[in-house]
């Protein structure tokens, strides 16, 4: 078999290869020719003047401005602009860590297969130490696979924050906005009215190279500050930065080296009696490493930078820590000196805490909202999750879709991701600091490692009950999609057309809803199937959730989109069998969506309904968020659970 639980073995390698490529359909309103990733531009092209009032003014482009950003331009009725103060794009250096769970985003941005074939994939990680026998020499203790099987199809990876940004930006650009960055300009202050369509406004410095600076204004429906650990937008909205303060100092530097060390190509944690401790996060391209490494103790409110530590003092205490091994750099790319704090905001917008008092309008983003240690990777992971949250909130608010009520909730459940993140790294810092003292334990070590594994992949994020998140009351119907949790994705044949894909490829950041039906065990063609009487009810009743809450003109799935997910194999079934609403006409020809329905993957025996414990007998219905979170799950036959469940997130259309 070249799979186990989803995770391909090395003969199944190319064929997961093919599946993880993008879903892509186009043609549908006539055919157009060229690249179809570009999509025809739909608006004003974007020029260097700021306009006068926008829908979201995005400051800052680093990973979660751009997460933002890219979502945003998925939209052709927002308008979105995006000030960075810098003169453009970074080259190098900051995060380099994908987790699995970003790879999984990037998928839904299209550009996940781009990152794979340029990224370093981390297969393994190993543990070196002093050894017992001679104190001058360090030794291999343990080597672990780094990510546990079957967590998800996406590898954890390790590519440069820049080529990331670049790929956002490459979305951005062949959206209908052609949006990009406006660089050279930094937000210096920010005023917020009580009432009126546009509440915020931004007081920017334009400093272009050539010119003198100018002051520009510009009225949003809201602010989003991605502008980093030192946020301006953080500080205009009254918000400070709570928590440890740091006192320990660690060096970075991205170099190119010559060394005799033979685990310089796998990711390291060494740790030296006396010298310290270092990580080795080996870099795409096959040459590059990244080394972190631990310096000096720090005295009561010290900085890093106070210090003024040079490359040649990172380069001696690594070459000390590597003992007996060589560690020659040839040319060094970038490096930083900083200190490990952990600390956030109470919360991530302006409203304040009673629930019927104002409507938030500023938001802040990634380390405008919590900054912690780089070394468990978790800086731009969880900063990109942050905007992934909050884009399609701020999409369905702007579009009418839903009430802006629906925009508390990104406090809410990102505040709780944070407080997570800050008691893990505080953690991870003390049994980091523990080894180098040599009072740890290293096996030990490596357990809290493994143990951790699914928290560092990003895929151990649950959101708490709440209005978009359901009970788990019927979780047994599908025990592998953890309502709260993002959707694990499995291994599925399209009906169509045979095409083997992962089912978590169907999710696109375009701001849908996705409701997944699993059959039951009645065939899907017969009267008794609840497949069959949900789809119908779905279709053709006007008071139907796909009705009520789409806009007038729209495709059936313009909102909500439905996928049916059948028991048989692909070869005992016809598509024009199914009921309707899982073959539906679209667009103005009418043409059928023929991607909508799917059967395991029986020849390769990975059996979604196996693999994520679905009900053979009763089958359900799986409610994904367009930020890929399962939402919740409900029998077929709870038609009015599942009306109820979205009448109160989006608002009805059809009056
Ligand atoms: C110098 C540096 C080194 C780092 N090193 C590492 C590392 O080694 N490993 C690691 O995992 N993580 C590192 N990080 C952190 C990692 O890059 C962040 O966690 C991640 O990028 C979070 O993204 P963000 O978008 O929240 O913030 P950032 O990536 O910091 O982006 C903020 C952006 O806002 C812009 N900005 C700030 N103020 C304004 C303003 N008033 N107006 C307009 N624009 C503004 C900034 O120029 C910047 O482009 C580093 C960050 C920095 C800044």
Redesign the pocket.
């Known amino acids: 078999m070249p799979s186990f639980l989803g995770i391909p073995t090395l003969l199944g390698w190319q064929l997961w290869y093919l599946q993880t490529a993008t879903v892509m359909q186009f043609h549908l309103n006539g055919f157009r020719p060229g690249d179809p990733a570009i999509t025809p531009a739909a608006c004003v092209p974007q020029t260097d003047r700021l306009p006068a009032s926008v829908d979201v003014l995005i400051?800052?482009?680093?990973?979660?401005?751009?997460?933002l950003a890219a979502q945003l331009s998925a939209f052709p009725d927002i308008t979105t602009r995006l000030?960075?103060?810098?003169s453009g794009p970074?080259e190098k250096?900051?995060?380099?860590?994908v987790s699995c769970r970003s790879m999984e985003m990037f998928e839904a941005f299209g550009f996940a297969h781009t990152v794979m074939r340029e990224a370093y994939w981390v297969n393994e990680t190993t543990f070196w130490k002093t050894d017992p026998d001679d104190a001058d020499s360090i030794v291999r203790t343990g080597r672990i696979q780094d990510v546990e099987d079957g967590l998800s199809e996406m590898p954890h990876v390790i590519l440069n924050?820049a080529r990331v940004h670049d790929m956002y930006l490459d979305v951005m650009r062949l959206s209908a906005h052609r949006l990009a960055p406006d660089y050279d300009?930094?937000?210096?202050r920010l005023d917020v009215a009580e009432t009126g369509t546009h509440p915020v406004t931004a007081t920017?410095i334009h400093s272009p190279a050539d010119a003198a600076p100018t002051e520009e204004m510009v009225r949003a429906r809201y602010v989003v500050g991605?502008?980093?650990?030192?946020?301006?937008?953080r500080s205009a909205m009254g918000l400070e930065l709570k928590g440890d303060s740091a006192n320990k100092a660690w060096g970075?530097m991205d170099v190119l080296v010559v060394t005799d060390f033979p685990d310089i190509r796998q990711k390291t944690l060494v740790q030296a009696a006396g010298s310290g401790a270092l990580l080795i996060i080996p870099r795409e391209g096959g040459y590059m490493a990244?080394i972190?490494v631990e310096l000096e103790t720090l005295g009561d409110g010290e900085r890093a930078r106070d210090r003024n530590i040079t490359l040649d003092q990172l380069i001696v205490a690594t070459q000390r820590i590597f003992r007996p091994y060589s560690f020659e750099v040839k040319n060094t790319i970038w490096w930083?000196v900083?200190e490990i704090g952990q600390r956030m905001t109470d919360r991530f917008d302006n409203a304040g805490d009673a629930p019927n008092g104002p409507l938030p309008s500023v938001f802040i983003?990634?380390?405008?909202c919590h900054?912690h240690s780089?070394?468990a990777?978790?800086?731009?992971n969880?900063?990109?999750g942050?905007?992934f949250n909050l884009g399609w909130k701020l999409a369905a608010a702007l579009q009418g879709r839903a009430a802006p009520e629906l925009l508390r909730s990104y406090s809410t459940e990102r505040a709780a991701v944070a407080r997570r993140l800050i008691t893990f790294d505080q953690e991870w810092a003390r049994v980091l600091a523990e080894q180098s003292s040599g009072a740890g334990n290293t096996p030990k070590f490596q357990e809290y490692f493994v143990e951790h594994g699914r928290y560092t992949a990003g895929v151990s994020v649950r959101y708490e009950p709440s209005q978009l998140i359901g009970e788990p009351k019927y979780q047994h119907l599908a025990t592998g999609f953890d309502i709260g949790m993002r959707l694990h994705s499995a291994p599925v044949v399209r009906l169509a057309d045979a095409k083997p894909m992962h089912i978590g490829h169907t999710l696109r950041a375009d701001g849908r809803w996705r409701l997944f039906l699993f059959a039951d065990a009645a065939h899907p063609t017969t009267s008794g199937s609840r497949l069959a009487q949900l789809c119908r009810y779905l279709y053709d009743n006007p008071a139907s959730l796909l009705r009520s809450h789409r806009p007038a003109g729209e495709d059936i799935d313009a909102v909500i989109d439905v996928r049916g997910i059948v028991q048989s194999d692909f070869r005992s079934m016809n598509l024009g069998d199914l009921p309707i609403l899982l073959r539906p006409p679209k667009g103005r020809f009418g043409l059928i969506d023929s991607e909508k329905a799917f059967c395991p993957d029986l020849k390769n025996d990975t059996d979604i309904f196996d693999l994520r414990g679905i009900d053979r007998c009763n089958g359900c219905i799986v409610i994904v968020r367009p930020d890929q979170y399962v939402a919740h799950i409900l029998p077929l036959d709870g038609f009015s659970g599942l009306s109820a469940f979205f009448r109160n997130i989006l608002t009805s259309q059809s009056s």
């Not at 250096?93 to 860590?97: E, K, L, P």
């Not at 983003?365 to 405008?368: E, I, N, R, S």
């Open positions: 400051v800052g482009s680093g990973s979660a401005g751009l997460t000030i960075e103060a810098k970074i250096g900051q995060a380099d860590g924050q300009r930094r937000l210096d920017i991605c502008d980093g650990a030192r946020s301006t937008v970075v990244r972190y930083s900083y983003a990634g380390d405008a900054t780089p070394k990777g978790q800086g731009m969880v900063s990109m942050d905007s």
